[in-house]
């Protein structure tokens, strides 16, 4: 990033914040060179905790694999896209109001656990099924994207068959 009026690089954060829609931080910032100020908007992901996976390596938290995930959780389900997508915008704000510079990728998966429970009832067992097995959401999202690339994924139900809960028709 370069200064607007001298294009000097050396930049200083002098306050950061949420914006009010909670979709991207505002950034005020000084140039060190010529002193003057300005302020710039950012995307949300870029304030988002650093993801650690259960192996311990850590990855930027990814809202595509995270939504991918959940799409296909609820495929054949009655929830809309844009459910999901605000969905994960509340799911990113409280992880911004946390403000962790880390967070276990099992962390996120009980968060959305949580939120998906009140969404709907199947796409919840399919995704704990899923997992609960892989313990990370990431993987989740690869997983299932295989199943399908295969075709034996058709029916993501069946994959927990040994499930206990997961009872379709009493929701
Ligand atoms: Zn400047």
Redesign the pocket.
Known sequence: M???????TE?RVIDSRAVQDGNSIRRRRE??????RFTTFERIEENLPMVVKKDGRREPFNREKLLNGLRLACRKRPVSTSQLESFVDSLERSLIAAGQREISSRSIGEKVMAGLRHIDQVAYIRFGSVYHAVEDVEAFGRLVTLLNHDGTGSDLQSSSDDQPKSDEGSS
């Open positions: 370069r200064c607007p009026f001298c294009e000097h930049l140039c060190e060179r010529c002193g003057r």
